[in-house]
């Protein structure tokens, strides 16, 4: 069956390309190709592209949706990102381009590739400043949990600021200056082993804090009432609904956002056929809502309507000094911490892109790129007093667009199937659905700004 009538590609042997099994188009074997990255290493990295800060508010999300209504939830938004994703490999191997801007741009033309670029610059800055403005928010705390408290007050390592220009000279800038997204297997690996530590202690710790939970302990948030607590709270909802629950979805897609790093990805795969990538993309999300379901089921029979936004803060309030509390909160943050540079390559990539077109590597426009982003994004994460409702409203447009709005278009703009097909009644829904998601949480997001305002 022909997949795209203007870009049957045949290889000198006569197989048509562009199917499951043949090489990416481009890298295939006509061409001198170094080894690529393993597919373990490209699963690891695509976890850790999944898998960041979200983790920290799926509780959150469960205690204003319920338990079967969370599961419905996030099983529908697991399965949509790989559906996805499935029709970007598969824009992929039909037309030879490996580039999410220039999927774009076939589709779109120049305003389709400016369109892919911006929002992946956005998006990809915006996850980055949240995630170090978390380390420079939460570090300090942790590294103090660790101290006695009969040291110096105004020690350095107070000062979220300092240590985060320490921790982006030392840590993030050598990691994101890697010319290679394979070159963060090892990281990405590391990475998720801390999460799993972070997903067994909250199973463990749910036998450690007593329900209704304890009245002398005081609420850090001025949203809860702990004091109040009783009986009536420990019983799981399985469903709710509420205004907040306007934002689980946004929450959701944004935790299964891994679209941006995708391409790169599968470009750098060792072999890479649209099988052999879908495969470590099954296995990826698979995975990440495994751990997703068990930490958000755990942190929320833990305290159930009193989950905080941010899981840690209860476990903070509660076990302030246990060990278990403070070495994975370490592990979160350095979890985070690695998170960075595997998403700071996909923002290099569209910069790189959008201002300078396609060209051989450059060293000297790498580092510019790499150190002017890097340096935007830490003065985001260093001078802004509060950015989760700025990045908010940046998460709920650009996710949307990423994870469903794009991919459904551009496959029914580029791919000759017919409508009736099921890939491009799937396309459609995925616009549909993701428009309906990126408006609703834009809608919300403005009336909760004015009414507290």
Same mark, same amino acid.
């Given at each position: 069956?022909?997949?795209?009538?203007?870009?049957?590609?045949?290889?000198?042997?006569?197989?048509?390309?562009?199917?499951?099994?043949?090489?990416?188009?481009?890298?295939?074997?006509?061409? *001198?190709?170094?080894?690529?990255?393993?597919?373990?290493?490209?699963?690891?990295?695509?976890?850790?592209?999944?898998?960041?800060?979200?983790? %920290?508010?799926?509780?959150?999300?469960?205690?204003?949706?319920?338990?079967?209504?969370?599961?419905?939830?996030? *099983?529908?938004?697991?399965?949509?990102?790989?559906?996805?994703?499935?029709?970007?490999?598969?824009?992929?191997?039909?037309?030879?381009?490996?580039?999410?801007?220039?999927?774009?741009?076939?589709?779109?033309?120049?305003?389709?590739?400016?369109?892919?670029?911006?929002?992946?610059?956005?998006?990809?800055?915006?996850?980055?400043?949240?995630?170090?403005?978390?380390?420079?928010?939460?570090?300090?705390?942790?590294?103090?949990?660790?101290?006695?408290?009969?040291?110096?007050?105004?020690?350095?390592?107070?000062?979220?600021?300092?240590?985060?220009?320490?921790?982006?000279?030392?840590?993030?800038?050598? %990691?994101?200056?890697?010319?290679?997204?394979?070159?963060?297997?090892?990281?990405?690996?590391?990475?998720?082993?801390?999460?799993?530590?972070?997903?067994?202690?909250?199973?463990?710790?749910?036998?450690?804090?007593?329900?209704?939970?304890?009245?002398?302990?005081?609420?850090?948030?001025?949203?809860?009432?702990?004091?109040?607590?009783?009986?009536?709270?420990?019983?799981?909802?399985?469903?709710?609904?509420?205004?907040?629950?306007?934002?689980?979805?946004?929450?959701?897609?944004?935790?299964?956002?891994?679209?941006?790093?995708?391409?790169?990805?599968?470009?750098?795969?060792?072999?890479?056929?649209?099988?052999?990538?879908?495969?470590?993309?099954?296995?990826?999300?698979?995975?990440?809502?495994?751990?997703?379901?068990?930490?958000?089921?755990?942190?929320?029979? *833990?305290?159930?309507?009193?989950?905080?936004?941010?899981?840690?803060?209860?476990?903070?309030?509660?076990?302030?000094?246990?060990?278990?509390?403070?070495?994975?909160?370490?592990?979160?943050?350095?979890?985070?911490?690695?998170?960075?540079?595997?998403?700071?390559?996909?923002?290099?990539?569209?910069?790189?892109?959008?201002?300078?077109?396609?060209?051989?590597? $450059?060293?000297?426009?790498?580092?510019?790129?790499?150190?002017?982003?890097?340096?935007?994004?830490?003065?985001?994460?260093?001078?802004?007093?509060?950015?989760?409702?700025?990045?908010?409203?940046?998460?709920?447009?650009?996710?949307?667009?990423?994870?469903?709005?794009?991919?459904?278009?551009?496959?029914?703009?580029?791919?000759?199937?017919?409508?009736?097909?099921?890939?491009?009644?799937?396309?459609?829904?995925?616009?549909?659905?993701?428009?309906?998601?990126?408006? *609703? $949480?834009?809608?919300?997001?403005?009336?909760?700004?004015?009414?507290?305002?």
């Amino acid at each position: 069956m022909s997949i795209n009538a203007t870009t049957d590609v045949y290889s000198e042997n006569g197989v048509a390309e562009g199917t499951e099994n043949t090489p990416l188009l481009g890298n295939g074997p006509s061409q *001198t190709r170094v080894r690529g990255a393993s597919f373990v290493s490209s699963v690891f990295n695509l976890m850790n592209a999944i898998m960041g800060s979200g983790i %920290l508010g799926l509780a959150y999300v469960m205690a204003n949706t319920g338990v079967v209504g969370f599961t419905i939830l996030l *099983t529908a938004v697991a399965s949509l990102a790989g559906y996805s994703i499935h029709l970007l490999l598969k824009l992929c191997d039909q037309t030879g381009i490996n580039s999410y801007e220039d999927l774009g741009e076939k589709a779109l033309k120049k305003p389709g590739k400016v369109s892919v670029g911006i929002a992946i610059i956005i998006q990809n800055i915006g996850a980055m400043s949240s995630y170090l403005f978390i380390l420079k928010s939460e570090l300090p705390a942790a590294i103090s949990n660790f101290v006695s408290s009969d040291g110096p007050g105004n020690a350095w390592y107070e000062d979220g600021r300092l240590l985060l220009i320490i921790i982006a000279v030392c840590v993030v800038l050598p %990691l994101a200056m890697l010319p290679k997204i394979g070159f963060l297997g090892y990281t990405s690996s590391l990475s998720f082993f801390f999460v799993l530590y972070f997903v067994v202690v909250v199973v463990i710790k749910k036998w450690s804090i007593p329900c209704p939970l304890p009245n002398n302990a005081t609420a850090v948030s001025n949203d809860l009432q702990i004091s109040n607590s009783t009986d009536s709270d420990c019983t799981p909802k399985l469903f709710v609904i509420s205004s907040k629950s306007a934002y689980a979805i946004p929450t959701m897609a944004f935790s299964f956002l891994c679209h941006t790093a995708i391409l790169p990805i599968y470009c750098e795969l060792d072999r890479p056929t649209k099988r052999r990538m879908q495969n470590a993309t099954n296995i990826s999300i698979s995975l990440s809502f495994m751990l997703y379901m068990i930490s958000a089921l755990f942190g929320y029979l *833990t305290f159930y309507a009193h989950a905080e936004s941010e899981l840690l803060l209860g476990y903070s309030t509660y076990l302030p000094r246990d060990v278990l509390v403070m070495t994975v909160r370490f592990a979160i943050l350095i979890s985070v911490l690695l998170t960075v540079p595997l998403i700071h390559f996909p923002a290099r990539k569209a910069v790189n892109l959008l201002l300078f077109g396609v060209r051989p590597f $450059s060293w000297p426009i790498h580092i510019i790129t790499t150190v002017s982003i890097l340096g935007l994004v830490m003065l985001m994460a260093i001078f802004m007093p509060d950015i989760r409702n700025v990045f908010g409203v940046v998460g709920s447009t650009t996710s949307s667009c990423l994870l469903f709005i794009f991919p459904g278009i551009f496959y029914l703009k580029i791919s000759n199937q017919p409508l009736r097909s099921v890939d491009s009644i799937g396309a459609v829904f995925l616009v549909v659905f993701g428009v309906i998601v990126g408006v *609703t $949480s834009f809608t919300v997001i403005v009336i909760t700004w004015k009414s507290s305002a």
